[in-house]
């Protein structure tokens, strides 16, 4: 019987070996080994998709949590994101929901599906707290009007 080099990944253990194993593999650059890496790649990616818990998180949680796996800080979303210390503060606290173009941005930085940032949430923002979720983030009401 042949004895396979991979097989579909069964456990957290073998995922995170075959991770590392990638890693390597595309910080060689090694140009033979391109099956290999595209073979680990659906591997990984199958796992994922089946073992994928960002749908229990909403957008935010999900953000500090990839943050958290980068070793990413606040201060280093103002770059990846192009917003202000402020800005970002707002939307890691509730105040200030997710953009179209952050969204995009955060998407294509952490490789995740836009889907998983671009869904509903609830805000904490006094201006805002009347809306039970982030779909109408940038309604401003003018609280002179009578």
């Avoid at 994922?48 to 749908?55: L, P, S, V, Y």
Wanted: net charge negative; proline share 1%; with cysteine.
């Amino acid at each position: 019987m042949i004895t396979l080099k991979y097989t579909i990944i069964k456990t957290i253990e073998q995922y995170n070996t075959y991770c590392n194993i990638l890693e390597e593999l595309i910080i060689r650059d090694d140009r033979e080994a391109k099956d290999e890496v595209e073979l680990l790649t659906l591997l990984i990616e199958k796992w994922d998709n089946e073992h994928n818990a960002f749908n229990d998180l909403d957008p935010i949680e999900l953000l500090k949590v990839l943050m958290d796996e980068h070793g990413l800080l606040a201060k280093d979303l103002v770059d990846i994101l192009a917003l202000s210390k402020g800005t970002i503060s707002k939307i890691l606290n509730y105040h200030k929901g997710l953009s179209k173009e952050t969204i995009r941005k955060l998407s294509d930085y952490f490789k995740v599906n836009q889907e998983a940032f671009n869904r509903s949430y609830k805000l904490i923002n006094e201006v805002n707290k009347h809306f039970r979720n982030a779909s109408l983030m940038n309604t401003r009401k003018n609280m002179m009007e009578v």
